[in-house]
């Protein structure tokens, strides 16, 4: 069976740093394009960062540019979410998505969904 699984969420205070994790499991999450969203309390679920299964480009939403990093581990078969500086306004719940089909197009479709980690950053 196909999943994917967030972790790593947790409660820091601005200026901190976390590092989400999304293991897939039942595929080779090496052959997919990986995207992290993110849906604050009362706000649109967002794209926030993608890599790219063709040759690991890697995008980001501008107001986590310079601050976020998205990486691969192939052994472990797992994308990482670096976040870095984080701000009250980076508060959410991060998800990962992805499936065959889907590039870095935020709004393409996407099979495959987490349930989640929720990030919250708060003095």
């Known amino acids: 069976q196909v999943q994917v699984a967030e972790s790593g969420g947790g409660l820091v205070q601005p200026g901190e740093s976390l590092r989400l994790s999304c293991a897939g499991s039942g595929f080779i999450l090496n052959y997919y394009t990986v995207a992290w969203f993110r849906q604050a309390p009362g706000k649109e679920r967002e794209g926030v960062s993608c890599i790219s299964m063709s040759d690991d480009s890697t995008y980001y939403i501008d107001s986590v540019k310079g601050r976020f990093t998205i990486s691969r581990d192939n052994a472990k078969n797992t994308v990482y979410l670096q976040m870095n500086s984080l701000r009250p306004e980076d508060t959410a719940v991060y998800y990962c998505?992805?499936?065959?089909?889907?590039?870095?197009?935020?709004?393409?479709?996407?099979?495959?969904w987490g349930k989640g980690t929720l990030v919250t950053v708060s003095s």
């Open positions: 998505a992805t499936d065959y089909w889907a590039g870095c197009d935020w709004n393409q479709h996407r099979d495959y």
